[in-house]
């Protein structure tokens, strides 16, 4: 598979060990209310109950709409902040820097969630392309971002980047994982903005 990124547009201020980073956990969220609360609003349009949801790179809290989803399955770098998330089911470990396979079964989920988070991915095509294969055909990706990041841990690629060219990236990660954009969802629902891109597989 042909790079998404470039070397230098992977490299981040801070190479250390992504595990150490995340050491400790952090119970904050990463967006104001008026992004949580249309991000929620967000995934309620797009799931339905009874589906099959990964989190990907989550931490304490999913901002699912209260509704009976068939299997929630997190994943992320701190243990004690996925243990405290109530949305899910079960979760797990993993560094996708080092390792972008992800320890789940072909065809499994139905939607694939990844909020605040894409900014760190060093190999984006690889790990879309890990979405597009645990996804059911006709399933849905849903990566939302804003403003806000870890400076020293974000690729280079997003930091010197403005939020328009961020989209084109993120749509750019879709397409590289054999993923179809759909829709692009970009507001201002109050200090922070809001950017949500939607995706498919065929």
């Not at 770098?77 to 079960?90: I, K, R, S, T």
């Not at 470990?93 to 499994?108: F, G």
């Not at 392309?129 to 870890?150: K, W, Y």
């Amino acid at each position: 598979m042909a790079s998404v990124l470039t070397s230098l547009g992977r490299s981040r201020r801070d190479e250390g060990d992504d595990g150490a980073f995340y050491d400790n956990p952090r119970f904050v969220t990463h967006a104001d209310d008026g992004f949580i609360n249309k991000l929620t609003n967000i995934y309620a349009s797009v799931l339905s109950p009874g589906d099959r949801i990964f989190d990907c790179m989550s931490s304490w809290v999913s901002h699912l709409p209260d509704v009976d989803y068939g299997r929630t399955v997190g994943h992320g770098l701190n243990e004690a902040e996925l243990a405290a998330n109530d949305a899910l089911d079960e979760w797990f470990v993993q560094d996708l820097n080092r390792e972008q396979s992800l320890p789940l079964d072909d065809d499994a989920f139905d939607a694939v969630l990844c909020a605040l988070s894409v900014q760190y991915l060093q190999y984006p095509g690889a790990v879309f392309s890990e979405f597009d294969r645990i996804l059911a055909p006709r399933g849905r990706v849903v990566i939302s971002f804003t403003n806000r990041m870890f400076p020293t841990k974000a690729v280079r690629a997003w930091r010197v980047t403005d939020m328009d060219e961020r989209t084109t990236l993120v749509k750019t990660y879709c397409r590289a994982g054999g993923l179809t954009v759909t829709e692009t969802i970009t507001e201002q629902p109050q200090n922070n903005p809001l950017v949500a891109v939607i995706a498919r597989k065929e």
